[in-house]
């Protein structure tokens, strides 16, 4: 089944503690990106992936890191956490750069960070 | 930059009735439009989009969108809404690299 598979799905945290989201998806996507969700925000993107060892930022990459090693995973990394980092996250990909007729995202169903 | 505004924060529609939910952009150049689905604890799942030619386009569930030029508008339509509908719908343009989101319209179904 073509999926996007991130974990964990629900983590708490202290401030301060590095975690890491993980994400991979099995489509063979090039395009990889991560958003948040928050409440009257919609989605902001974090990073993205045009492919492998290339990414790029995106409008709120501040507090964050990606790494695209292979082409079917790209890590979210949070190397110091803080209470503005919770957040619903998700990550999505796509078999080409957005502006294309196969542009369409696929996602995950979200990580719900809590950064206590 | 791009930009997508959806001017309603809530819709409520009862069962059976019509549903339109708006979606106004700002792009540099011809836009790439998609309008997304989030059922409660889900991810998004991709409606419709629009890249190219006629410009009604037909969607998942019964769902269709018109993209109108002259008036940066990409509304989304259904001719007969079902309880199963209820989520939040985003609109969103696609630029190069990036996926711009409205902040969504929460669509609630009333018996």
């Known amino acids: 089944e073509a999926q996007v598979t991130q974990n964990p799905r629900y983590l708490i945290t202290v401030t301060g503690k590095k975690l890491t989201v993980t994400c991979s998806q099995n489509m063979n996507h090039e395009y990889m990106s991560w958003y948040r969700q928050d409440p009257g925000l919609g989605l902001r993107q974090i990073y993205y992936?045009?492919?492998?060892?290339?990414?790029d930022k995106g409008d709120v990459p501040e507090g964050y890191k990606v790494s695209r090693k292979e082409k079917r995973n790209f890590p979210l990394i949070l190397e110091s956490p803080s209470p503005n980092q919770t957040s619903l996250y998700f990550c999505a990909s796509s078999l080409s750069k957005i502006k294309a007729d196969t542009g369409e995202l696929f996602f995950g169903e979200g990580s719900r960070l809590t950064v206590l | 930059a791009q930009s997508v505004t959806q001017p309603d924060i809530h819709i409520t529609v009862s069962e059976g009735a019509s549903l339109e939910l708006r979606c106004n952009y700002s792009y540099g150049a011809t836009p790439y439009l998609f309008w997304y689905v989030q059922s409660p604890g889900q991810g998004l799942q991709l409606l419709l989009k629009y890249f190219s030619g006629d410009t009604l386009v037909q969607g998942i569930k019964g769902f269709e969108a018109e993209f109108k030029r002259s008036q940066s508008s990409f509304n989304l339509r259904k001719p007969s809404v079902h309880w199963s509908d209820a989520a939040e719908y985003f609109c969103?343009?696609?630029?190069?690299?990036?996926?711009?989101f409205g902040k969504g319209t929460m669509l609630l179904v009333s018996p």
């Open positions: 969103a343009v696609g630029g190069y690299s990036t996926l711009t």
């Open positions: 992936s045009m492919n492998v060892e290339v990414t």
